[in-house]
C-alpha cells in the first residue's frame, strides 16, 4: 500500500489525514493521470478519490474492523521439545483398621512369640542409630509393640497441608543422621520460560507480569545447592503472596531476534488438576501485548497401604489422604 495525496502536491496539495487516501501500487500509478475525455482506463479523479475514502470508512466502522495486530514478543518453553505437559507424582495413602491383637492370635497359632520380629531386628549389629536401638530396647511387652507399628515413622503432610511448592529443599543434620538431607518432590512441577523479541522494532522499559490459574501455589526456584549455601542469589522474576509474578530484566533493553530467560518458576497443583493456565501482559515503552500459555497436567497416583491397629476396627473407616512424593537424597 502507498499514500497518495488526492489533491497533489505539486499544486499545493497538504500533508494531511484529509488529503491522503491508501491506495495500492497499480491504482496509485492510475490515479494521477485521469483523463474525462478518455473512453478507457480507471478515472481516479479527486472527487471519486474522496468518495471511495468515505465508504471505505464507513464500511469499516458499520463492521467494526479492527487493524491487523502487529505481534512483537512471543513466551515460550526454553526447552523446544517440551510439549507443556506436567506428570506430577503424588501418594495416596489408604489406612486400614486392624484388631489390635491380630498379631498375637496369628503368630500363638503358628506357634511363635507375637513379637519374633522385633526380637530379630534387637540381636542385629546393624541397627539404623545408636538412637533408634536404645528406643526399640525400651519396647518390653506387646503393647508396646503395637503401639510402635502405630506410629508414623515419617509423618508427612497431606496436599492440603504442605503449602512449599520448592522441587528442591536442603535440610540441617539431624541428631540421628549426622549428614544433611536433600528431599526432592515430585508432587512439585518446575516451568522454564524464554521470552523473545520476534518483531522489527527495539523494545525498551519492558516487563512481563505473569497470572496463574489453577495452581496453588507458585514461587522462583531456590538457587541454594546446599544447606549451608549462603550466597546472595539474585532472582528476575518475583511472586507475591496471590501468586501474581513480574518479571524484570536485568538488562531494559530486548533488540529485534534475541531472547531473555526467565528464572525457573516451580508450582503446586492438586492430584485432580488438569490443567494450568498462565495469563502474561507485556508492557513496555509504546508497545503493549498479552496472552496466555496452557500446561497439561497428568498426575501419576501411587496407592499406598497403610494398617492401623485399633480396639475396634469395625468402628473406624478407611482414611484416605493424599501426600506429596518425596525422595531424599
Known amino acids: 500500500m502507498e499514500i497518495h495525496h488526492i489533491h497533489p502536491k505539486e499544486k499545493g496539495g497538504e500533508d494531511t489525514f484529509e488529503n491522503a487516501i ?7 500509478c ?17 472527487e471519486e478519490l474522496r468518495k471511495h475514502k468515505t465508504r471505505w470508512f464507513q464500511k469499516v466502522q458499520d463492521n467494526n474492523i479492527q487493524p491487523p ?3 512483537l514478543v512471543k513466551l515460550s518453553f526454553q526447552d523446544s521439545d517440551f510439549d507443556g505437559v506436567f506428570k506430577p507424582v503424588f501418594v495416596k495413602e489408604v489406612t486400614i483398621y486392624n484388631d489390635r491383637n491380630l498379631h498375637k492370635r496369628t503368630y500363638e497359632l503358628l506357634g511363635k512369640d507375637p513379637m519374633e520380629f522385633l526380637i530379630d531386628f534387637k540381636k542385629k549389629n546393624d541397627p539404623f542409630s545408636p538412637y533408634s536401638i536404645q528406643f526399640l530396647n525400651k519396647i518390653e511387652t506387646y503393647d508396646d509393640y503395637i503401639d510402635f507399628l502405630n506410629e508414623d515413622k515419617i509423618e508427612l503432610d ?6 512449599d511448592c520448592q522441587p528442591i529443599v536442603h535440610s540441617a543434620p539431624g541428631l540421628i543422621n ?9 508432587s512439585n512441577c518446575v516451568l522454564s520460560l524464554k521470552l523473545s523479541n520476534i518483531g522489527d522494532e527495539v523494545l525498551e522499559d519492558y516487563k512481563v507480569y505473569l497470572t496463574f ?3 496453588s501455589s507458585i514461587d522462583s526456584v531456590n538457587k541454594k545447592r546446599t544447606f549451608y549455601d549462603l550466597h546472595e542469589y539474585s532472582y528476575n522474576v518475583l511472586f507475591d503472596r496471590d501468586g ?11 533488540v529485534q531476534k534475541d531472547s531473555v530467560l526467565i528464572d525457573d518458576i516451580c508450582f503446586r497443583v492438586k492430584p485432580d488438576t488438569k490443567e494450568v493456565i498462565i495469563d502474561w501482559q507485556f508492557l513496555a515503552r509504546g508497545y503493549s501485548t498479552n496472552g496466555s500459555i496452557k500446561l497439561k497436567i497428568e498426575s501419576v497416583i501411587e496407592d499406598v497401604e497403610k494398617n492401623k491397629f485399633v480396639e475396634k476396627p469395625e468402628e ?11 525422595d531424599f537424597n
Open 22 to 28: 491508501p491506495l495500492c501500487f497499480d491504482c496509485h
Open 30 to 46: 492510475d490515479a494521477g493521470h485521469y483523463n474525462p475525455k478518455h473512453p478507457k482506463g480507471l478515472k481516479f479523479s479527486p
Open 69 to 71: 495486530k502487529v505481534e
Open 158 to 163: 497431606d496436599i492440603e497441608k504442605n503449602k
Open 178 to 186: 549426622f549428614s544433611s538431607r536433600t528431599e526432592i518432590n515430585l
Open 213 to 215: 490459574i489453577n495452581a
Open 244 to 254: 501474581k509474578g513480574e518479571f524484570e530484566p536485568n538488562s531494559n533493553v530486548l
Open 316 to 326: 473406624m473407616d478407611e482414611k484416605i489422604r493424599f501426600l506429596p512424593k518425596l
